[in-house]
């Protein structure tokens, strides 16, 4: 069985699975906590999946697959329907990019009047058997929605999409996997060649982003405050000795229930020992802002700038919807939390996480809203694309948004790494065997897009804490033209974009 509706104004169609339903996991439930880089002796094959999915012989996992095991480490199981019983069992769809979702009772929908005192938002969706779960604040008359009729998800998604009178759009809310862009391999390579100019610190060579020449002007702190960088990902640790005095603020999106999808936010608080503990995203923070001069580890590109760490799916399965709450957030903390003491939102924003195949209108719309953030300055937004050199980047729903600046990875040589290619590409960065803080005291090896796009986030705190009087797209143009440009010394190049970032030449007056 098919089900075709509208999904951010285009006309999808998802199989619904007729042989499983899946069961969301028990409140008692403890995922597994995730070193990282993996190691090969615990999860050999492909991006850190067991053996059975490596690509030996040709055979490449169906993404499905992969989903399943993402969710099965989480908890959620999956049987046959005739096997549920009186269980919480869950619809499972399989989208036209072989994602694997899972139902939840909810949907976002935005509706084409403003509400008034005699005709409030809650009247009106009662009518459609629909109560308000959040009301969004990133674009007008937006809201997060349960529903309580009797209706299933998809009826009811598909009558409210006929109503164009009364709502702009209406879309399903499904779990999905969310997962970061990496490449993990044994961390034996102990040098940061990506901080390194055509010489990399140990003098054998590599074409890095020459981070030492530009920090004899700014590590990243301007004249009245330091530059702020929200991370977003799964989870970091947070008390990190190469972190430490960098975190400003942040927190996690706790789920509400197992499998409910939808989300608390949990603002971080000095000594909270529950903050969603992933290695992924500690790497991703110190590639932006580790400390440098401090005596250990390495030194992130800017490291003296702010950081905002942000967990928005710390199983890897999550939902759209919070992660434009956690970009809504990253842009206007009070908006989410408004007891909280971080009243500035950051400066840019770095996510290096991957989504399903299809974009949801409400998460294009916290996107697009980072373009008014700042005070109307605009928040740059930097993106990994895949590390799949058969992708192209049109076909990635996020990276290709006009509003984002998606980041590849290069080598040591300055070639690109084998990442997502296409027009749309606005640089590479170094990604390949890069050096940064681990789980544990020692720093590690990794490769992968993941790393690359911080490294890019890191190069825009130094120009904006040189200039912080900059538009959004100042900054993104600057970085376009002082790149290291090849192979021709035009831009957009479908593997280089506009060529290898150069952080020394963007701040150098």
């Known amino acids: 069985m098919k089900w075709t509706f509208k999904l951010n104004g285009k006309q999808v169609t998802w199989e619904i699975a007729d042989n499983v339903v899946a069961i969301p996991p028990s409140p008692d439930f403890k995922r597994p906590k995730l070193e990282f880089p993996l190691r090969p002796s615990k999860r050999e094959g492909n991006n850190g999946y067991p053996q059975k999915h490596s690509n030996h012989n040709g055979y490449k996992p169906k993404r499905s697959d992969l989903d399943r095991e993402i969710y099965e480490r989480a908890g959620w199981q999956f049987v046959d329907p005739a096997q549920a019983g009186t269980a919480d069992a869950r619809q499972v769809f ?49 809201y997060s929605v ?12 598909d009558i409210l999409q006929k109503k164009t009178d009364r709502y702009v759009f209406a879309e399903p809310s499904m779990i999905q996997t969310i997962t970061g862009r990496f490449t993990p391999n044994d961390p034996d390579f102990r040098k940061q060649w990506q901080h390194a100019g055509e010489l990399a610190i140990d003098g054998t060579g590599g074409k890095g ?4 020449s530009a920090w004899n002007f700014t590590k990243g702190s301007g004249r ?39 989300a608390d936010f949990v603002r971080i608080e000095s000594g909270m020992t529950d903050f969603p503990f992933d290695g992924h995203g ?42 434009a709450r956690a970009i809504q957030f990253a842009v206007a903390p009070l908006t ?4 909280g003491e971080l009243q500035t939102g950051a400066d840019i924003i770095s996510c290096s996480l991957r989504t399903a195949s299809f974009l ?8 697009d809203g980072a373009a008014l953030g700042r005070g109307g300055l605009g928040v740059p937004i930097f993106w990994a694309v895949s590390n799949n ?121």
């Open 360 to 367: 949801e209108t409400t998460l294009q719309l916290a996107i």
């Open 224 to 262: 009245d405050r330091p530059v702020r960088v929200a991370v977003i990902d799964n989870g970091m640790d947070i008390d990190h000795e190469e972190l430490y005095g960098a975190i400003i603020g942040g927190g996690y999106f706790n789920p509400t229930a197992p499998g409910s999808g939808t």
């Open 209 to 212: 982003l020459n981070s030492k």
């Open 336 to 339: 989410v939390d408004p007891q």
């Open 389 to 509: 050199a058969d992708d192209q980047i049109s076909d990635d729903p996020v990276c290709s948004l006009a509003n984002v600046i998606a980041v590849a990875s290069s080598k040591a040589n300055g070639r690109p790494a084998g990442s997502a290619k296409g027009t749309k590409l606005e640089f590479i960065a170094p990604g390949d065997h890069v050096y940064g803080p681990g789980l544990g005291p020692q720093s590690v090896d990794v490769s992968g897009t993941s790393f690359a796009t911080p490294l890019a986030a890191g190069v825009a705190a130094l120009i904006l804490a040189q200039n912080p009087g900059w538009t959004g797209s100042e900054v993104r143009q600057r970085m376009r033209t002082t790149c290291d440009r090849q192979p021709n010394g035009s831009g957009p190049d479908p593997e280089y974009g506009y060529g290898r970032l150069n952080a020394y030449k963007a701040v150098r007056p």
């Open 94 to 142: 399989l989208t036209e990019g072989d994602d694997l979702l899972i139902e939840t009772k909810l949907a976002t929908v935005q509706l084409v009047q403003q509400p008034s005192k005699q005709v409030t938002p809650e009247n009106i969706l009662a009518e459609d058997g629909l109560e308000i779960v959040q009301h969004l604040g990133f674009a007008p008359n937006l």
């Open 282 to 323: 500690t790497l991703c923070l110190g590639m932006v802002g580790a400390r440098g001069n401090n005596g250990m580890g390495g030194s992130g590109v800017a490291p003296e700038c702010a950081l905002i760490a942000l967990a928005c799916a710390n199983d890897q399965t999550g939902t759209q919807l919070t992660l």
């Open 146 to 157: 349960r529903v309580v009729s009797q209706r299933s998800l998809r009826d009811t998604i």
